[in-house]
């Protein structure tokens, strides 16, 4: 089941994207988006949309059974601070 929730920008939101895709790469995973809209996959698949320059809404579309969505949440709040 799906699970979203939003996500506070307070730098540059097209630099803090750039740092996401890489560190999304850098670890075997795939990013393709931009300062809109976008997917990434790796262990975890979801979306994005840029609602405004400091807010993005994140949904995790596939996730381990195992993993609880708070510790997933959690992972990819850390990819943008």
Known sequence: ????????????LSATLRKVE???????????????KGEFSGKV???YVVFS???VE???TRKP?????RKIESAI?????
Do not use: C, L
């Open 1 to 12: 089941m799906a699970h979203t929730f939003r996500i506070s920008i307070i730098n540059d």
């Open 53 to 55: 320059q400091n807010k």
């Open 58 to 60: 994140i949904t995790i």
């Open 65 to 69: 059974f195992a993993v609880p969505n």
């Open 45 to 47: 698949h979801g979306k």
């Open 22 to 36: 890489k560190a999304i790469i850098e670890k075997g995973g795939q990013f393709r988006g931009d300062a809109d």
């Open 77 to 81: 709040r850390e990819y943008f601070t």
